[in-house]
């Protein structure tokens, strides 16, 4: 159950990231939308940006290796 609990919970952070960097909504327009508030939607976003900088650290760091 934890594990569904956070893949629900990365689902949601990159909900928010999509609103707000692909289809250009500000946190505002995303919280009005999803009826939750500025603050978490920033908050949510934080983490997700977060989570893309590990993300792509960790592959770049596996292309150098495969590719040395």
């Known amino acids: ?3 569904r609990s956070l ?4 689902m949601c952070i990159r909900d ?3 609103m707000i960097e692909v ?3 500000s946190c505002k327009q995303c919280a009005e939308r999803l009826g939750i508030s500025p603050s978490a939607v920033s908050r949510h976003c934080s983490r997700g940006k977060k989570r893309l900088r590990t ?3 960790y592959n770049l760091e596996l292309r150098h290796q495969y590719f040395s």
Not at 7 to 10: I, K, L, N, R
């Open 16 to 18: 928010r990231l999509w």
């Open 23 to 25: 289809e250009g909504l």
């Open 1 to 3: 159950e934890m594990q």
């Open 55 to 57: 993300l792509l650290a």
């Open 7 to 10: 893949v629900g919970s990365e």
